[in-house]
């Protein structure tokens, strides 16, 4: 059932009557309407739904990178207009440079958000996060010559890097076989338990929503897409997987999630 009101001290994301409208030759096509959504400090969230109901988009508006029809988001108390590098985004493909080495890639980023650190500084930062996605020993391998995998590590790694204060997760193991996508799940839950960003996730996946999150957002079936349901995901932090996936409440989620999907 839908979760009352946080209080606004600990609100970090507030959307207020969120409208995307696309012109088509026939008319309007309105993708949200009046969506209404409060999203905390240091909380993960997924976001499940239907092809078209319109999570992309709001993931995209969030990050600045799609324009507002109609309404509001508020990162902080101020309204959201375009990208900047207070939001952090995780894709599904990662976007390296194929012929620059993993270190290289991340050091584009970072030379950007620092650039009153030392070099060394800088450098210390990529070092830290490649080991704590585990490629340290590969960091001076091309983009090209890694795994779509590890590839995805690099992308995980340079997001959190920048130090972004929500970071938006775009489907980024929805490419990945199911070991690989299983491995990822606990890397990127990891470094999230040591740097608790606000986290946003789309995801197709009801397992995957479960275990990451602490709410899951489920959105109506589009046009005119709007917040169904909201899920709280009672587990404690840090989550083992093997725990969770033997949790008495783990089937009574899923079930709960299923059956809003299905509907």
């Known amino acids: 059932m839908l979760t009352p009101p946080v209080n606004l001290r600990d609100v970090v994301l507030d959307f207020r009557d969120l409208t995307k409208v696309y012109p088509t030759p026939t008319g309007e096509y309105v993708v949200l309407e009046n969506l209404q959504l409060q999203i905390k400090k240091e909380e993960f969230v997924s976001i499940i739904g239907h092809s078209g109901c319109g999570k992309t988009t709001l993931l995209t508006m969030i990050a600045g990178l799609n324009d507002i029809s109609r309404g509001e988001i508020l990162l902080n108390e101020f309204p959201i207009t375009g990208p900047g590098p207070d939001r952090g985004v995780i894709f599904q493909s990662p976007s390296l440079f194929p012929w620059m080495t993993a270190f290289e890639n991340m050091m584009l980023g970072v030379d950007q958000v620092f650039p009153h650190g030392t070099r060394r500084q800088r450098e210390d930062i990529v070092k830290y996060y490649l080991d704590k996605v585990g490629l340290s020993q590969w960091m001076h391998r091309r983009a090209n010559e890694l795994s779509q995998g590890m590839q995805q590590r690099v992308g995980i790694a340079r997001a ?104």
């Open 160 to 263: 959190f890097a920048l130090k972004p204060k929500i970071l938006l997760l775009d489907e980024p193991f929805g490419m990945l076989d199911s070991l690989t996508r299983a491995e990822l799940q606990d890397v990127l839950l990891e470094v999230w338990d040591k740097e608790k960003i606000t986290a946003i996730q789309i995801t197709h996946d009801v397992d995957e929503a479960i275990f990451l999150a602490d709410r899951v957002i489920m959105m109506t079936s589009g046009p005119r897409a709007q917040i169904g349901d909201i899920l709280e995901i009672g587990f404690e932090r840090p989550r083992v997987r093997k725990e969770i996936l033997h949790h008495p409440d783990y089937y009574r989620y899923r079930e709960h999630l299923i059956g809003f999907l299905e509907h």
